[in-house]
């Protein structure tokens, strides 16, 4: 091998090393003061009680209301994502000339790099008053609002992967399926869908990973309550939420209040890496369909 060729394959060896080593120094950072945390803190009070309120004088540890709210917000994002994305994608893939999917998908993609702080305003006084006239019990902070503006947020993600995936089905099950007699909307519903369902099932799980990670969105239009509650309609707090309150307030560093940030903070990140290892699992199976 060639001196530069060297140089060039030890400095892409030292990048990949790089990625592993900032992950370790994150898995460290949280790992450290984590056990700290819960040197002080029943683990098992952490994982079952259903108060989190760490700031009180009558001080309780449960994460799970902030698991609930960070749940809820995106499964209202997924429930309404889902079907505008997949449909978008079935559009662009199976009914819309190669010309305007060509200058479409740039433009639908946009909506992924918007910052999430504009998404955040749009859903406090856009989203939430428009959906308070035909629900006038809705809160001026609730996850209903938050949760479809995530929806829209990730609407590129599912669709741009779901249209690979789609891309990626052999054309012999199309001809197949126009040749017993079947419509494209049948053929596309029907037989590509269903023989897309791994990478489709892919963009969704991603999709969910990006949006229980989402901050800004529903740090400014959900709230910051920590209700351990399925309603929609009321305040409620996220983990990615309570972070950022933390980090920002004036909570002493060190203290077991300012712990609490990093304990949220491992819970999300094994949240997030379940899903992530989730997806390379469908991800590889799927590949392993079509070889």
């Known amino acids: 091998m ?4 060297k140089v060039i394959v030890s400095f892409l060896a ?34 079952t ?12 540890f449960g994460i799970l209301p902030l698991l609930t709210g960070t749940i809820l917000t995106s499964f209202i994002a997924i429930f309404f994502a889902l079907p505008i994305g997949l449909t978008i994608a079935v559009y662009m ?23 999430t702080v504009v998404y955040g305003y749009f859903a406090l006084t856009v989203v939430t008053p428009f959906l308070q006239n035909f629900i006038p019990s809705l809160s001026s902070f609730n996850a209903l609002s938050a949760g479809f503006v995530m929806g829209i947020m990730i609407i590129p993600l599912i669709s741009s992967l779901s249209q690979d995936a789609l891309y990626e ?20 519903f029907n037989v590509l869908v ?5 990478g489709i099932i892919v963009s969704v799980i991603l999709a969910i990973s990006r949006a229980v990670g989402e901050t800004m969105i529903v740090a400014i239009a959900a709230g910051m309550q920590p209700n351990m509650t399925l309603d929609p309609t009321v305040p409620i707090q996220t983990i990615t939420t309570y972070i950022v309150q933390i980090s920002m307030g004036d909570v002493p560093h060190g203290s ?7 304990a949220a903070g491992i819970s999300l990140f094994v949240l997030t890496f379940t899903l992530n290892n989730l997806s390379f699992w469908f991800k590889k199976k799927y590949q392993q369909k079509y070889e």
């Not at 060639?2 to 060729?5: A, F, G, L, M, W």
């Not at 089905?169 to 001809?175: A, C, D, I, N, T």
């Open 49 to 60: 009680d259903t108060q989190w309120t760490p700031l009180f004088s009558d001080k309780h």
């Open 256 to 262: 077991l209040e300012y712990r609490t940030i990093f």
């Open 2 to 5: 060639k001196i530069p060729e």
């Open 14 to 47: 030292l990048c990949a090393a790089m990625t592993v080593l900032i992950t370790a120094g994150i898995l460290y950072t949280l790992g450290a003061e984590t056990i700290r945390f819960f040197n002080e803190v029943s683990i098992v009070d952490f994982l």
């Open 194 to 198: 269903p023989a897309a369902s791994s």
């Open 169 to 188: 089905v052999p054309k012999s099950l199309r001809e197949a399926s126009y040749g017993l007699g079947a419509t494209r909307l049948q053929t596309s």
């Open 93 to 115: 893939n199976e009914y819309a000339p190669s010309s305007f999917s060509t200058r479409v998908k740039p433009i639908l993609e946009i909506l992924a790099a918007v910052p």
